[in-house]
């Protein structure tokens, strides 16, 4: 275990510009999402949770769970959850604010980088708007983001990432993804990861993550096909020279099993989590890798005791049933109760809080391999000297070779499956 006194110069060197001037006083090790992609990278055949904050109960459960695991973290939001037309009382401007105040509370020390997940961009209109948003979003003390183009053609989701990570300080952690995420339709393939991963490197752009389209869903996985473990590690294989981590979105629901293969198997280093860890907080019985479990009518089971309380969750099904809200629909109503759920009154909150931080504990300790991933990351950062330990690799590929017209012409000579149109958004 690190020393109080690599804790304190971690503190000293490890938070990045913003974090510093947002909170110059600050016991809180936010750090760049580049040092958890190393301190997993570290330990090797690990990855740690992204966990979803959509609430403030999820932020405090999430923060206690690391603290025992003695885990490095992430703390994520995506922009459909909390950016301009959120569904979530937690956004990319209070998600720093927040962590930062439960580890100062608290006494957390483990290091907690903030990403703001899927920042999408679904055509090239989206551009202009993005180009003044993402500027604030690290204003307001994000450490990582996910440049999310992968909902266009592929030529266009290269493009646009090589115009908008002019935007991401070089200190910050940056996601890329190829393929939407829409379960066994529309897979992502060898050549379309290194089309979109060579494409950057020709132009010095270096993601520490890539997420792919591997068989997964967000939201309430209903089928048992999930995450695709050869084919994620075929991908990450090829990808091998360019150094890149994977980013394994639509992690709730897939079994213990399949997670473990692929921190195991695969260069995976970032596992998100959100509808599971929503639905514990509430109390809703789930299985035990948290996919929420359906009564004979097709409802959620409400465990008595355990989340809010029986009355406030009479309301929440109330309210959704007028709205016409089923199944991964309830997610909307967090926006709608989270001062409901705030006020309510402190053993219930502690009790929800305690249920997150019990499931996530598990999921890090006996899934991810996350244990310990803590005091790596403080090796990162002193080794680093700074908050910034730089990219895992350098330009292989010859700009010349990625132009815009080569791009294009590129693109144009892959035969690649998209899978259906609609809303994958979260």
Avoid at 389 to 409: N, Q, S
Wanted: glycine residues 8%.
């Amino acid at each position: 275990m690190s020393s109080t006194k690599d804790f304190d110069r971690a503190i000293a060197i490890g938070r990045p510009p913003n974090v510093r001037k947002l909170f110059p006083n600050s016991r809180a090790l936010i750090v760049s999402g580049k040092v958890i992609d190393r301190a997993l990278l570290k330990k090797g055949k690990a990855m740690t949770m992204a966990a979803n904050g959509r609430s403030h109960i999820v932020i405090r459960g999430a923060l206690q769970a690391a603290q025992r695991a003695r885990a490095a973290l992430i703390i994520e939001i995506a922009r459909s959850e909390g950016g301009a037309k959120a569904y979530c009382a937690t956004n990319f401007w209070n998600l720093a604010r927040q962590v930062d105040a439960v580890c100062n509370e608290l006494g957390i020390t483990v290091p907690v980088a903030i990403h703001a997940d899927h920042y999408g961009i679904k055509k090239r209109e989206d551009i202009p708007f993005a180009e003044v948003e993402i500027p604030s979003l690290f204003d307001a003390g994000i450490t990582s983001i996910a440049i999310d183009a992968s909902h266009m053609p592929d030529d266009e989701n290269l493009l646009a990432s090589i115009e908008l990570a002019r935007l991401i300080p070089s200190w910050a952690g940056y996601e890329t993804e190829v393929g939407e995420i829409k379960g066994k339709l529309g897979l992502s393939s060898v050549p379309e990861a290194l089309f979109l991963i060579q494409g950057l490197n020709a132009h010095e752009i270096y993601p520490d993550w890539i997420a792919l389209n591997n068989g997964t869903t967000h939201g309430i996985e209903a089928s048992d096909q999930g995450i695709q473990v050869e084919l994620t590690r075929e991908i990450h294989e090829a990808l091998a020279d360019y150094r890149v981590s994977g980013a394994q979105h639509g992690t709730s629901g897939n079994s213990s099993e399949r997670l473990r293969a692929i921190a195991a198997e695969t260069r995976t280093t970032k596992a998100n989590v959100a509808t599971a860890l929503q639905m514990i907080s509430w109390g809703v019985e789930v299985n035990d890798y948290g996919n929420a479990i359906l009564d004979d009518k097709g409802e959620f089971v409400k465990v008595r005791g355990e989340g809010v309380t029986e009355e406030l969750w009479q309301e929440m099904k109330e309210y959704a049933a007028a709205q016409g809200w089923k199944g991964g629909n309830y997610k909307k109503l967090n926006l709608v109760f989270e001062n409901r759920i705030l006020g309510q009154p402190r053993e219930v909150r502690e009790r929800m809080a305690a249920r997150v931080e019990n499931f996530i504990h598990s999921m890090l300790v006996d899934v991810f391999n996350a244990a310990d991933t803590a005091d790596h990351a403080l090796e990162v950062i002193l080794a680093a000297g700074s908050h910034d330990p730089g990219p895992k690799t350098g330009r292989l590929e010859k700009p010349e070779d990625w132009t815009v017209e080569r791009i294009r012409a590129r693109a144009a000579r892959m035969n690649t499956d998209k899978g259906p149109q609609g809303d994958f958004e979260d």
